[in-house]
């Protein structure tokens, strides 16, 4: 393995070989698999989980890490093309990524969507440019459409809930005050489509995936069995769902138009995830990648209750990162 | 030992042990104590000798550790409970806390006191609701009202200087140009009191430390064969003083009350420490756990002059948080 | 070796043993050369080489580093001596400085030229003052009006280039939005000479180097059969030239007064390295230290050109930097 950027580079015996490794490192620590091997971690945007749990896994297997934050501490980092550098970036990626991957065995890269042209972010123009300038091991840490890292961590947590391969899972929209990007949704659309599962997309009204983020998911869940629909009815939708994996996303009718999306969602506070959402899905586990705005997004009774799934989901980033790294690194 | 997050949680039988510990560890280096351990490190506020000093103290036994600054590179985290989440903070910490327990052997928080609302502040609010989401090993970086490593330190600092046991330490208020929090000095108190020490603490009116605070060290010298007790009168204080621990901290009566605190130590910029306060205690070292303000809480001449043991106190955080590490992540 | 803060404290000889090392330590790694070492690097100015390169170089050589950014997550540091701290800073550099080389084994300190008085910032008074405080070993990670470990690595730069011990560098200004400082331009200038280049600075009136930086290089220059001299005549300069080194710097003439530099630099745009610039100079290799504003100082086409050699620059930092590790931790 080369690179870990898409979920969708590998095959659906490929990622379950990396579950099973996951589990493996789980089990048996190999405190020294990396020793002497070192990571870079670029963030462009913020973290918790991917900051922390990528510098645990290589603690975990021995090696080390390094972090950049562009604009703080270091210098701010201009990606667009051709531009002439007049303003506040004092230095462009085409300098600063070759430049930290030469330190470093692999490279991570996190750089959220412009959300501004749908069409660029869906390209994943910013990250596949720094992509391209390097070709040392590289980890896309979460890019404008894509969070492999996450949707790997999810399923495997499916898996530890035992959620069947052909089971219901309900990819929900949720408020939030603002526009958040399509990375989330996408992945985990993808991933719950390529184990095989019925996945159904709720949302509301002017909130529809991209059709090339949703002809994707059917692609993968053709050849593995599953299927794929959308709907904006929550009933019928939860009816017997084994999950529901609740996310916030910004309006794609009208992708970038802040205030139309501003508009739009400010009617839709009632999509704060609720137990009496329950009714018919008793058993129905909650999967969110976090962070997630308490009593906006989720409120406190399912977040704090039993069906909510939320820990070991953010846990299993550790394991799963070991098994991409261990791939990347020892291969 | 599961917890280091309060001195008054050991017997002064302990806390000599741990001592013990960490001159052993200063003089016999143990750097593979704690191969494969990974500490996560959390500052809700700014921190110098902490956050060197627990990378250090991780790096010198072996070990490694991750920084998060929540808000910087990092989600902002909510503390408060049942809240709406539609502010700045994109995750709570019933959320954040947890999963970074999870990536990690053991977890250090610094949280100071919100200096609002005193009793919430003296109850450990906010800190104690982090604490009860995590079973794993756990340190205080510095609390609402405690500081353990820094009286851990300080108490080093006092057996290196060989200040008797019975000796005369005199905790004094100084001039801050803002309210700081009471951490420090109600640590201090308590760890003076509970080494058997004859503590004055020294202020002006207004700025007595809270009776719960003055009660809990009372009892612990009680027990030590100390004693404690408060004036604002200096030059009793200070007449043969073994030792005086300068910190700044905001007014007590009407706690909280920004203008009223600003009114009243705006007349006290004379309690700034200088060599003639020490014209009946020649032989009076000068302790603080800093960072100080020269010229303001103290000046250049006692700082720079022999009787200064600040730079002992703070390197001394490095050999203590060795010990408790090594008792929290190897027994 | 207990210190590395200028590249003048070296022979000739000892600096091409510092490269020897460097190459060495290239083809042969000593991953545990510096097992249980520890380096804190204290960053008051924005980085991302100098940041990830000791990192990654502590980290290759099986060591451990920590990073302080004062007014970062860590306190704003006070520099001025004798001054009454009233007002941002909450701690001096006279105690934070020998607080952090307590915990560690090598200290790194950055701190830019304050580019207001120039005798001041020649004297390197910011960055002597605290150096004067510690005994460990200690690095300039650049200082007011010098970088050793980039004039180090540009050195091995021009070995790895091929570039005759007696060729041409030409050291050039070029147009930035804002006076930048002359510690690189001042290093650069040095290394060449010392090397034993003929060395000529090309930079347009008002920018000239100040004397006694130029007459440094010339003593450099003498001892090592190189040449010194200035120009601005950019032909004259860059013909049969090997190397141009392309920096950015602020006006000399009138040195911190922001008005007259602006005024001066607003004329001079036309100073951006293009491909024209080279035709009597077919084969001259380009050179910077990184970061640099695309399309402002130097042309797209230059830097994604044949000619630029700015990635081999970037990446020299690492091994120069775990040959000056080496020498100072091992010896």
Known sequence: MKRFVDLGDFSREEVLSLLELARRLEKQPEPHALAGKLMGLVFFNPSLRTLASFQAAMARLGGNSFVINPGQGSWQLETRIGVVMDGAAAEHVREGIPVLASYCDALGIRVFAEGKDLASDLAETTFNAMASLIDKPLVNLESAVNHPCQALAD??????????????????????????????????????????MEVIVLRPEGFALPAAIMERARRAAAASGGSVRETAERAEALEGADVLYVKEWGATDGYGDVAADRARRAALTAWCVREDWFAAAPECRVMHCLPV????????????????????????????????????LRS
Chains 1, 2, 3 share one sequence.
């Open 155 to 196: 399923w495997k947590t499916l898996d530890d809930l035992a959620v069947p391969r052909g089971g219901r899972l309900v990819l929900s929209w949720a408020y939030h005050p603002r526009a958040l990007p399509l990375a989330v949704p996408a992945a985990a659309l993808h991933m719950a489509a390529l184990r095989g």
């Open 293 to 328: 705005r308490r009593n906006t997004a989720i409120a406190d009774e399912v977040l704090d209750g039993a069906r909510s799934a939320v820990q070991r989901e953010a846990y299993n980033r550790l394991p799963v990162q070991m098994a991409v790294l261990h791939q990347l």
